[in-house]
Protein backbone atom coordinates (compact mmCIF):
# COMPACT_ATOMS: atom_id res chain seq x y z
CA UNK A 1 0.00 0.00 0.00
CA UNK A 2 1.07 3.37 -1.35
CA UNK A 3 1.79 5.78 1.61
CA UNK A 4 0.63 9.19 0.85
CA UNK A 5 2.93 12.96 1.75
CA UNK A 6 1.96 15.41 4.59
CA UNK A 7 1.21 17.84 1.56
CA UNK A 8 -0.74 15.33 -0.40
CA UNK A 9 -3.44 14.50 2.76
CA UNK A 10 -3.45 18.14 3.56
CA UNK A 11 -4.60 18.40 0.06
CA UNK A 12 -7.01 15.82 -0.05
CA UNK A 13 -8.70 17.01 3.80
CA UNK A 14 -8.64 20.85 2.24
CA UNK A 15 -10.77 18.69 -1.15
CA UNK A 16 -13.18 17.18 1.33
CA UNK A 17 -13.47 20.23 3.08
CA UNK A 18 -14.55 22.39 -0.16
CA UNK A 19 -17.00 19.17 -1.02
CA UNK A 20 -18.70 19.05 2.15
CA UNK A 21 -19.49 22.63 2.44
CA UNK A 22 -20.71 22.64 -1.82
CA UNK A 23 -23.07 19.67 -0.85
CA UNK A 24 -24.05 21.24 2.30
CA UNK A 25 -25.18 24.92 0.57
CA UNK A 26 -26.79 22.52 -2.25
CA UNK A 27 -28.89 21.24 0.53
CA UNK A 28 -29.83 24.38 2.06
CA UNK A 29 -30.41 25.93 -1.52
CA UNK A 30 -32.53 23.08 -2.01
CA UNK A 31 -34.45 23.63 1.22
CA UNK A 32 -35.19 26.97 0.61
CA UNK A 33 -36.74 26.57 -2.97
CA UNK A 34 -38.89 23.87 -1.78
CA UNK A 35 -41.99 26.72 -0.25
CA UNK A 36 -41.33 28.47 -2.92
CA UNK A 37 -41.64 25.85 -5.65
CA UNK A 38 -45.06 24.80 -3.11
CA UNK A 39 -45.99 28.04 -3.32
CA UNK A 40 -45.96 27.82 -7.47
CA UNK A 41 -47.77 24.52 -7.84
CA UNK A 42 -50.80 26.56 -5.99
CA UNK A 43 -50.06 30.21 -8.23
CA UNK A 44 -50.75 27.61 -11.28
CA UNK A 45 -53.55 25.55 -10.07
CA UNK A 46 -55.54 29.19 -8.81
CA UNK A 47 -54.37 30.47 -12.08
CA UNK A 48 -55.75 27.43 -14.16
CA UNK A 49 -58.85 28.08 -12.03
CA UNK A 50 -58.89 31.65 -13.10
CA UNK A 51 -58.90 30.65 -16.49
CA UNK A 52 -62.56 29.61 -16.33
CA UNK A 53 -64.32 32.16 -14.16
CA UNK A 54 -63.97 36.15 -13.60
CA UNK A 55 -65.45 37.73 -10.57
CA UNK A 56 -65.86 34.70 -8.05
CA UNK A 57 -63.54 33.30 -5.35
CA UNK A 58 -63.16 30.11 -6.81
CA UNK A 59 -64.43 27.87 -9.66
CA UNK A 60 -67.11 26.11 -8.11
CA UNK A 61 -69.10 29.13 -6.83
CA UNK A 62 -69.08 30.49 -10.33
CA UNK A 63 -70.55 26.88 -11.36
CA UNK A 64 -73.35 27.36 -8.83
CA UNK A 65 -74.35 30.72 -10.13
CA UNK A 66 -75.06 29.37 -13.80
CA UNK A 67 -78.66 29.25 -14.54
CA UNK A 68 -79.64 25.58 -15.29
CA UNK A 69 -79.89 25.86 -19.36
CA UNK A 70 -76.32 27.71 -19.21
CA UNK A 71 -74.93 25.05 -17.11
CA UNK A 72 -76.26 22.59 -19.63
CA UNK A 73 -74.68 24.16 -22.94
CA UNK A 74 -71.39 24.38 -21.06
CA UNK A 75 -71.42 20.67 -20.34
CA UNK A 76 -72.42 19.93 -23.68
CA UNK A 77 -69.41 21.34 -25.23
CA UNK A 78 -66.97 20.33 -22.81
CA UNK A 79 -68.66 16.91 -23.35
CA UNK A 80 -67.88 17.93 -27.25
CA UNK A 81 -64.56 19.25 -27.29
CA UNK A 82 -63.09 16.09 -24.68
CA UNK A 83 -64.31 13.76 -27.37
CA UNK A 84 -62.82 15.67 -29.77
CA UNK A 85 -59.14 15.78 -27.91
CA UNK A 86 -59.44 12.18 -27.39
CA UNK A 87 -60.09 11.21 -30.65
CA UNK A 88 -57.85 13.60 -32.80
CA UNK A 89 -53.89 12.55 -33.54
CA UNK A 90 -51.54 14.65 -31.47
CA UNK A 91 -51.10 17.98 -34.00
CA UNK A 92 -54.27 18.10 -33.87
CA UNK A 93 -54.92 18.40 -30.32
CA UNK A 94 -52.29 21.02 -30.06
CA UNK A 95 -54.55 23.62 -32.31
CA UNK A 96 -57.14 25.43 -30.33
CA UNK A 97 -60.50 24.76 -29.32
CA UNK A 98 -62.43 26.22 -32.67
CA UNK A 99 -59.96 23.70 -34.65
CA UNK A 100 -61.03 20.57 -32.59
CA UNK A 101 -64.94 21.50 -33.31
CA UNK A 102 -64.00 21.45 -36.75
CA UNK A 103 -61.91 18.29 -36.74
CA UNK A 104 -64.74 16.73 -34.59
CA UNK A 105 -67.46 17.10 -36.87
CA UNK A 106 -65.94 15.29 -39.57
CA UNK A 107 -66.02 11.87 -37.08
CA UNK A 108 -68.23 10.04 -36.66
CA UNK A 109 -70.86 9.97 -33.85
CA UNK A 110 -69.15 8.57 -30.32
CA UNK A 111 -70.55 5.90 -28.77
CA UNK A 112 -72.53 5.23 -25.34
CA UNK A 113 -70.05 3.09 -23.90
CA UNK A 114 -67.70 4.18 -21.11
CA UNK A 115 -64.38 3.76 -23.43
CA UNK A 116 -65.84 6.06 -25.76
CA UNK A 117 -65.91 8.86 -23.32
CA UNK A 118 -62.68 8.71 -21.82
CA UNK A 119 -63.65 6.68 -18.67
CA UNK A 120 -66.03 9.70 -17.77
CA UNK A 121 -69.84 9.13 -16.41
CA UNK A 122 -71.93 7.88 -19.05
CA UNK A 123 -75.13 8.35 -17.18
CA UNK A 124 -76.75 11.77 -16.89
CA UNK A 125 -76.68 13.74 -14.11
CA UNK A 126 -80.12 14.58 -12.89
CA UNK A 127 -79.44 16.88 -10.08
CA UNK A 128 -77.30 20.62 -10.37
CA UNK A 129 -74.28 19.17 -7.42
CA UNK A 130 -74.28 16.71 -9.88
CA UNK A 131 -74.15 18.38 -12.93
CA UNK A 132 -71.10 21.01 -11.13
CA UNK A 133 -69.26 17.82 -10.29
CA UNK A 134 -69.05 16.59 -13.33
CA UNK A 135 -68.42 20.20 -15.17
CA UNK A 136 -65.54 20.50 -12.61
CA UNK A 137 -64.09 17.36 -14.01
CA UNK A 138 -64.55 17.76 -17.74
CA UNK A 139 -63.10 21.49 -17.30
CA UNK A 140 -59.75 20.05 -15.60
CA UNK A 141 -59.26 17.77 -18.83
CA UNK A 142 -60.87 20.17 -21.64
CA UNK A 143 -58.27 22.89 -23.40
CA UNK A 144 -60.67 25.66 -23.90
CA UNK A 145 -60.64 29.28 -23.82
CA UNK A 146 -64.26 29.75 -21.84
CA UNK A 147 -65.17 32.15 -18.88
CA UNK A 148 -67.89 32.29 -16.55
CA UNK A 149 -68.51 36.04 -16.06
CA UNK A 150 -70.11 38.01 -12.79
CA UNK A 151 -71.72 41.11 -15.05
CA UNK A 152 -72.80 44.05 -12.58
CA UNK A 153 -75.63 46.33 -13.32
CA UNK A 154 -76.05 50.05 -12.88
CA UNK A 155 -78.17 49.23 -9.75
CA UNK A 156 -76.28 46.81 -7.95
CA UNK A 157 -77.75 43.86 -9.61
CA UNK A 158 -75.47 41.55 -11.30
CA UNK A 159 -75.89 38.47 -14.28
CA UNK A 160 -73.64 35.56 -14.85
CA UNK A 161 -72.33 34.55 -18.34
CA UNK A 162 -70.64 32.17 -20.10
CA UNK A 163 -68.46 33.29 -22.97
CA UNK A 164 -65.91 31.55 -24.76
CA UNK A 165 -62.77 32.99 -26.74
CA UNK A 166 -64.53 33.53 -30.22
CA UNK A 167 -67.42 36.11 -28.58
CA UNK A 168 -67.29 39.42 -29.46
CA UNK A 169 -68.58 42.39 -26.95
CA UNK A 170 -71.59 42.86 -29.36
CA UNK A 171 -72.67 39.20 -29.09
CA UNK A 172 -72.64 39.83 -25.33
CA UNK A 173 -74.47 42.83 -25.55
CA UNK A 174 -76.75 40.96 -27.26
CA UNK A 175 -76.93 38.02 -24.67
CA UNK A 176 -77.75 40.99 -22.05
CA UNK A 177 -80.35 42.70 -23.72
CA UNK A 178 -82.43 39.46 -23.71
CA UNK A 179 -81.58 38.97 -20.09
CA UNK A 180 -82.20 41.79 -18.98
CA UNK A 181 -85.34 42.80 -21.38
CA UNK A 182 -83.92 46.45 -21.70
CA UNK A 183 -83.84 48.83 -24.77
CA UNK A 184 -81.15 48.30 -27.23
CA UNK A 185 -80.25 51.57 -27.83
CA UNK A 186 -76.87 51.75 -29.29
CA UNK A 187 -75.21 53.55 -25.88
CA UNK A 188 -75.19 50.36 -23.87
CA UNK A 189 -71.39 49.23 -23.15
CA UNK A 190 -69.00 46.68 -21.20
CA UNK A 191 -66.95 48.57 -19.11
CA UNK A 192 -63.85 47.65 -17.22
CA UNK A 193 -62.90 49.34 -14.72
CA UNK A 194 -59.17 48.44 -12.02
CA UNK A 195 -59.78 50.42 -8.89
CA UNK A 196 -56.21 50.62 -7.97
CA UNK A 197 -54.96 52.66 -11.19
CA UNK A 198 -58.81 54.64 -10.62
CA UNK A 199 -59.55 54.05 -14.79
CA UNK A 200 -62.29 52.33 -16.45
CA UNK A 201 -62.51 51.50 -20.07
CA UNK A 202 -65.71 50.97 -22.31
CA UNK A 203 -64.79 47.71 -24.60
CA UNK A 204 -65.54 48.31 -28.49
CA UNK A 205 -67.93 45.84 -30.02
CA UNK A 206 -65.67 44.09 -32.41
CA UNK A 207 -63.20 43.13 -29.19
CA UNK A 208 -63.38 39.86 -28.29
CA UNK A 209 -64.20 39.45 -24.37
CA UNK A 210 -62.15 36.63 -23.22
CA UNK A 211 -58.57 38.99 -24.21
CA UNK A 212 -58.94 41.81 -22.08
CA UNK A 213 -60.26 40.15 -19.14
CA UNK A 214 -57.49 37.79 -19.53
CA UNK A 215 -54.86 40.51 -18.48
CA UNK A 216 -56.54 40.81 -15.50
CA UNK A 217 -54.04 39.43 -12.59
CA UNK A 218 -54.97 36.46 -10.32
CA UNK A 219 -55.65 38.72 -7.24
CA UNK A 220 -57.35 41.85 -9.42
CA UNK A 221 -60.31 43.60 -7.67
CA UNK A 222 -61.04 44.78 -11.71
CA UNK A 223 -64.98 44.31 -12.27
CA UNK A 224 -67.26 44.59 -15.41
CA UNK A 225 -70.35 46.73 -15.55
CA UNK A 226 -73.18 46.74 -18.12
CA UNK A 227 -74.27 50.77 -17.83
CA UNK A 228 -75.08 53.36 -20.61
CA UNK A 229 -72.50 55.65 -21.94
CA UNK A 230 -74.22 58.39 -23.48
CA UNK A 231 -70.86 59.27 -25.73
CA UNK A 232 -69.69 56.27 -26.79
CA UNK A 233 -70.60 56.96 -30.29
CA UNK A 234 -70.77 60.64 -30.05
CA UNK A 235 -68.14 60.93 -32.89
CA UNK A 236 -71.17 59.68 -35.24
CA UNK A 237 -74.35 61.19 -33.95
CA UNK A 238 -72.19 64.72 -33.66
CA UNK A 239 -69.74 63.86 -36.32
CA UNK A 240 -69.00 68.43 -36.45
CA UNK A 241 -67.93 68.19 -32.65
CA UNK A 242 -64.69 66.50 -33.94
CA UNK A 243 -64.33 67.91 -37.56
CA UNK A 244 -65.29 71.26 -36.87
CA UNK A 245 -64.18 71.78 -33.78
CA UNK A 246 -61.91 75.29 -35.09
CA UNK A 247 -64.79 77.01 -35.18
CA UNK A 248 -66.85 78.20 -32.66
CA UNK A 249 -68.66 75.81 -30.01
CA UNK A 250 -72.12 77.17 -30.56
CA UNK A 251 -72.18 77.33 -34.81
CA UNK A 252 -70.66 73.90 -34.68
CA UNK A 253 -72.96 72.12 -32.85
CA UNK A 254 -76.20 73.51 -34.25
CA UNK A 255 -76.49 71.97 -37.98
CA UNK A 256 -78.84 69.60 -39.11
CA UNK A 257 -79.13 65.55 -40.06
CA UNK A 258 -78.63 66.50 -44.02
CA UNK A 259 -75.09 68.08 -42.41
CA UNK A 260 -74.52 65.23 -40.29
CA UNK A 261 -74.84 62.79 -42.94
CA UNK A 262 -72.56 64.31 -45.24
CA UNK A 263 -69.48 64.53 -42.83
CA UNK A 264 -70.11 61.29 -42.34
CA UNK A 265 -69.91 60.39 -45.57
CA UNK A 266 -66.91 62.73 -46.15
CA UNK A 267 -64.52 61.38 -43.63
CA UNK A 268 -65.74 57.69 -43.32
CA UNK A 269 -67.36 56.48 -46.53
CA UNK A 270 -64.07 56.69 -48.67
CA UNK A 271 -61.79 54.10 -49.20
CA UNK A 272 -59.58 55.40 -46.55
CA UNK A 273 -60.17 56.97 -42.74
CA UNK A 274 -60.16 60.48 -42.11
CA UNK A 275 -58.75 61.35 -38.58
CA UNK A 276 -60.01 64.12 -36.91
CA UNK A 277 -57.12 66.90 -37.56
CA UNK A 278 -56.89 67.84 -33.46
CA UNK A 279 -53.75 69.39 -32.05
CA UNK A 280 -53.60 72.00 -28.51
CA UNK A 281 -52.02 72.08 -25.15
CA UNK A 282 -52.28 69.52 -22.95
CA UNK A 283 -50.38 68.91 -19.88
CA UNK A 284 -48.60 65.84 -19.05
CA UNK A 285 -47.68 63.77 -15.87
CA UNK A 286 -43.64 63.20 -15.80
CA UNK A 287 -42.25 59.69 -15.12
CA UNK A 288 -42.54 58.60 -11.25
CA UNK A 289 -43.21 62.10 -10.09
CA UNK A 290 -46.21 63.96 -9.51
CA UNK A 291 -45.47 67.13 -11.42
CA UNK A 292 -46.90 68.03 -14.89
CA UNK A 293 -46.11 70.04 -17.61
CA UNK A 294 -47.56 71.33 -20.68
CA UNK A 295 -46.72 70.35 -24.25
CA UNK A 296 -48.39 70.92 -27.46
CA UNK A 297 -49.84 67.54 -28.72
CA UNK A 298 -50.68 66.69 -32.41
CA UNK A 299 -53.09 63.93 -33.02
CA UNK A 300 -52.27 61.77 -36.54
CA UNK A 301 -53.46 58.30 -37.43
CA UNK A 302 -50.85 56.37 -36.11
CA UNK A 303 -50.17 57.72 -32.74
CA UNK A 304 -49.62 60.88 -30.89
CA UNK A 305 -46.91 63.34 -31.28
CA UNK A 306 -45.70 66.51 -29.73
CA UNK A 307 -43.52 69.74 -30.38
CA UNK A 308 -40.34 69.47 -29.04
CA UNK A 309 -39.24 72.77 -26.50
CA UNK A 310 -38.00 75.61 -29.12
CA UNK A 311 -39.59 73.74 -32.64
CA UNK A 312 -41.93 74.51 -34.76
CA UNK A 313 -45.68 72.81 -35.59
CA UNK A 314 -44.20 71.55 -38.65
CA UNK A 315 -44.13 67.82 -39.34
CA UNK A 316 -40.66 67.48 -39.81
CA UNK A 317 -40.03 68.35 -36.15
CA UNK A 318 -42.44 66.41 -34.53
CA UNK A 319 -42.17 63.44 -32.41
CA UNK A 320 -43.66 60.88 -31.54
CA UNK A 321 -45.19 60.09 -28.26
CA UNK A 322 -47.19 57.31 -28.32
CA UNK A 323 -48.50 54.63 -31.10
CA UNK A 324 -51.89 53.37 -30.75
CA UNK A 325 -51.43 49.46 -31.58
CA UNK A 326 -49.78 49.25 -27.89
CA UNK A 327 -51.89 51.59 -25.87
CA UNK A 328 -55.22 51.63 -25.03
CA UNK A 329 -57.17 54.70 -23.75
CA UNK A 330 -58.50 54.48 -20.54
CA UNK A 331 -60.79 57.65 -18.16
CA UNK A 332 -59.65 58.62 -14.88
CA UNK A 333 -60.91 59.30 -11.68
CA UNK A 334 -59.98 61.79 -9.29
CA UNK A 335 -56.27 62.34 -10.61
CA UNK A 336 -56.29 65.72 -8.74
CA UNK A 337 -56.42 64.45 -5.80
CA UNK A 338 -54.66 61.35 -6.45
CA UNK A 339 -51.67 62.69 -8.79
CA UNK A 340 -52.24 66.67 -8.03
CA UNK A 341 -53.06 66.77 -11.50
CA UNK A 342 -53.93 70.57 -12.89
CA UNK A 343 -58.05 69.54 -13.53
CA UNK A 344 -59.91 66.02 -12.79
CA UNK A 345 -60.33 65.85 -16.84
CA UNK A 346 -57.43 63.47 -17.35
CA UNK A 347 -57.33 60.09 -19.34
CA UNK A 348 -54.24 57.69 -19.61
CA UNK A 349 -52.96 55.48 -22.18
CA UNK A 350 -51.45 51.78 -21.26
CA UNK A 351 -51.11 48.42 -22.41
CA UNK A 352 -53.71 46.45 -21.43
CA UNK A 353 -51.32 43.90 -19.85
CA UNK A 354 -50.13 46.88 -16.81
CA UNK A 355 -52.61 46.07 -13.88
CA UNK A 356 -50.35 48.36 -11.84
CA UNK A 357 -48.29 51.46 -11.34
CA UNK A 358 -45.82 51.42 -13.69
CA UNK A 359 -43.49 53.98 -15.34
CA UNK A 360 -44.80 52.94 -18.66
CA UNK A 361 -47.89 54.29 -18.48
CA UNK A 362 -48.90 57.73 -19.46
CA UNK A 363 -50.90 60.37 -17.81
CA UNK A 364 -52.47 63.47 -19.80
CA UNK A 365 -54.34 66.05 -18.91
CA UNK A 366 -57.37 68.30 -20.38
CA UNK A 367 -58.01 72.04 -19.19
CA UNK A 368 -62.03 71.15 -19.54
CA UNK A 369 -64.63 68.44 -20.52
CA UNK A 370 -65.05 69.51 -23.89
CA UNK A 371 -61.48 69.19 -24.70
CA UNK A 372 -60.96 65.61 -23.02
CA UNK A 373 -63.93 64.77 -25.00
CA UNK A 374 -62.22 65.82 -28.36
CA UNK A 375 -58.83 63.73 -27.12
CA UNK A 376 -60.00 60.49 -26.03
CA UNK A 377 -62.84 59.76 -28.82
CA UNK A 378 -60.69 61.08 -31.41
CA UNK A 379 -57.78 58.68 -30.16
CA UNK A 380 -60.64 56.46 -30.29
CA UNK A 381 -61.38 57.13 -34.19
CA UNK A 382 -57.40 57.19 -35.15
CA UNK A 383 -57.24 53.57 -33.32
CA UNK A 384 -60.39 51.37 -34.73
CA UNK A 385 -61.01 53.30 -38.13
CA UNK A 386 -63.44 52.45 -40.32
CA UNK A 387 -64.40 49.33 -37.87
CA UNK A 388 -65.98 51.55 -35.17
CA UNK A 389 -68.13 53.15 -37.73
CA UNK A 390 -69.02 49.43 -38.80
CA UNK A 391 -69.59 49.06 -34.66
CA UNK A 392 -71.93 52.07 -35.07
CA UNK A 393 -74.04 51.19 -37.63
CA UNK A 394 -74.98 47.62 -36.72
CA UNK A 395 -75.63 49.27 -33.36
CA UNK A 396 -77.93 51.50 -34.99
CA UNK A 397 -79.58 48.22 -36.75
CA UNK A 398 -79.87 46.68 -33.53
CA UNK A 399 -81.72 49.67 -32.29
CA UNK A 400 -83.84 50.32 -35.02
CA UNK A 401 -84.39 47.31 -36.87
CA UNK A 402 -87.22 49.16 -39.49
CA UNK A 403 -84.70 52.47 -40.08
CA UNK A 404 -82.52 51.38 -42.19
CA UNK A 405 -85.61 50.44 -44.93
CA UNK A 406 -86.68 53.51 -44.04
CA UNK A 407 -83.59 55.59 -44.83
CA UNK A 408 -83.09 53.61 -47.98
CA UNK A 409 -86.47 54.85 -49.08
CA UNK A 410 -86.23 58.59 -47.99
CA UNK A 411 -82.80 58.48 -50.07
CA UNK A 412 -84.64 57.67 -52.88
CA UNK A 413 -87.07 59.93 -52.67
CA UNK A 414 -85.08 63.09 -52.39
CA UNK A 415 -82.68 61.96 -54.79
CA UNK A 416 -85.28 61.85 -57.10
CA UNK A 417 -86.96 65.29 -56.06
CA UNK A 418 -83.96 67.00 -56.01
CA UNK A 419 -80.80 67.04 -58.74
CA UNK A 420 -77.52 65.98 -57.15
CA UNK A 421 -75.48 69.49 -56.51
CA UNK A 422 -72.10 70.21 -54.68
CA UNK A 423 -72.68 71.81 -51.43
CA UNK A 424 -70.60 72.73 -48.09
CA UNK A 425 -71.48 71.85 -44.57
CA UNK A 426 -71.68 75.32 -43.79
CA UNK A 427 -74.24 75.90 -46.61
CA UNK A 428 -76.76 74.20 -44.58
CA UNK A 429 -79.40 76.46 -42.12
CA UNK A 430 -78.51 75.74 -38.45
CA UNK A 431 -80.78 73.52 -36.19
CA UNK A 432 -81.11 72.25 -33.18
CA UNK A 433 -79.89 68.25 -32.82
CA UNK A 434 -82.05 66.02 -31.85
CA UNK A 435 -82.65 65.02 -28.40
CA UNK A 436 -81.94 61.43 -28.84
CA UNK A 437 -78.82 61.17 -26.51
CA UNK A 438 -79.98 60.34 -23.17
CA UNK A 439 -78.88 60.96 -19.37
CA UNK A 440 -75.99 59.45 -17.83
CA UNK A 441 -76.56 56.84 -15.07
CA UNK A 442 -76.11 58.37 -11.90
CA UNK A 443 -72.52 58.15 -10.30
CA UNK A 444 -71.18 57.12 -13.88
CA UNK A 445 -68.43 58.55 -16.03
CA UNK A 446 -69.29 59.65 -19.22
CA UNK A 447 -67.54 58.88 -22.07
Known amino acids: MMLLSVKETEKMDDIDAMFSDLLGEINTLSQSLMPSADRTEVDSALQTERTFSIGFTDLNESLKELEDHDLDALMADL ?80 KILMVDERQTVREVLDTLFEKTHCDCSIDWSLCETNPELQIERGFEDHEHVVEPLSSWTRLSENKMYFVSRPQKYVMFTNPQVFYMWKKKKEGSSEINEQAKQLLLQEHFGGSTLIVPDLEGTLYLKEDGKKVWKPRYFVLRASGIYYVPKGKTKSSSDLVCFVHFEKFNIYNTKHFKLKYRAPTDFCFMLKHPCIQKESDYIKFLCCDDQHTLLLWVNSIRIAKYGTTLYKNYQVAMKRAHPSASHKDRYNSQVNTQQAPPQTTNVEDYPHEAPPDFIPPAPPGHTQV
Open 79 to 158: SRSTTSECSLPTYQQAGSFADNEIAASALPPPSNSAESSGGLQTSEPQTKSDKIKLALEKLKEAKVRKLIVKVLMSDGSS
